[in-house]
């Protein structure tokens, strides 16, 4: 587990919603990606959430999360997926994330 705005900063990543779950109260929304791989090989996924997440690659479970943060400072994972859970061609990541709509803020400025 990591910490730091720095990582989104440095690699360009974005959060990613799906419109309409932004006010919606208690939802899940399902996120899948395909991708090809030309030859197999360890992959890094670094990954966190506002609420709450699980992760699988071709089927199999890699993790859940995230961990406790800051609103203004939250922890990312990274899960080794190693290659032999990769297939040559198509692969798939699909996220299920729970969105409970709800501030989780139990302190001012810390959430779980």
């Known amino acids: ?3 730091g705005n720095e990582f989104w900063m440095n690699t360009g990543a974005v959060w990613i919603c799906q419109a309409s779950a932004k006010e919606e109260v ?3 929304v ?3 990606r395909r991708f090809d791989m030309a030859e197999l090989e360890d992959l890094s996924l ?3 959430a506002a609420t ?3 992760v699988w690659v071709n089927g199999d479970y890699i993790g ?5 943060s800051y609103k203004t400072r939250y922890y990312y994972h990274q899960y080794q997926i190693p290659a032999h859970m990769l ?3 198509e692969n798939l990541l699909s996220i299920l994330v729970f969105h409970d709509g709800e501030s989780t803020e139990t302190m001012p400025g810390f959430q779980y």
């Open 1 to 3: 587990m990591k910490a």
């Open 26 to 28: 208690n939802v899940y």
């Open 30 to 32: 399902q996120f899948v």
């Open 46 to 48: 670094y990954i966190t």
């Open 52 to 54: 709450q997440y699980a």
């Open 64 to 68: 859940r999360g995230p961990a406790v």
């Open 87 to 89: 297939h040559m061609g």
